[in-house]
């Protein structure tokens, strides 16, 4: 089995910085993408950036400029570094992994969310 841990959120004032980290753990034979999406209260969840296998990167037009998503030598551990942020971010974040986990099965893995609080 895959888990994901995601850590580094927390409580910063309104243009501030964060950096969150989702560190994979268990076998995998391939990385396919990985990326952070975010919920706030009472709204959906949403895809806030993410990373494929070949380096590709996306970000949501929200966060575009201000976040950065990136990942380790290693391809276990995916950062997101966020800067200035606003009290609009304000959400749970959660790690997603893509994985290929046999030469037969892919995996689509949830981490346990980290809070992320702006303050204005």
């Known amino acids: 089995q895959v888990q994901l841990m995601e850590s580094g959120g927390g409580l910063v004032q309104a243009g501030g910085s964060l950096r969150l980290s989702c560190v994979a753990s268990?076998?995998?034979?391939?990385?396919?993408?990985m990326g952070w999406y975010r919920q706030a209260p009472g709204k959906q969840r949403e895809s806030v950036a993410m990373i494929t296998s070949d380096g590709v990167r996306n970000y949501a037009d929200s966060v575009e400029g201000r976040f950065t998503i990136s990942r380790d030598n290693a391809e276990n551990t995916v950062y997101l570094q966020m800067n200035n942020l606003k009290p609009e971010d304000t959400a749970v974040y959660y790690c997603?992994?893509?994985?290929?986990?046999?030469?037969?099965?892919?995996?689509?893995?949830w981490g346990q969310g980290t809070q992320v609080t702006v303050s204005s």
């Open positions: 268990g076998r995998y034979f391939r990385f396919l993408a």
């Open positions: 997603n992994a893509v994985l290929k986990i046999t030469t037969a099965t892919i995996t689509n893995s």
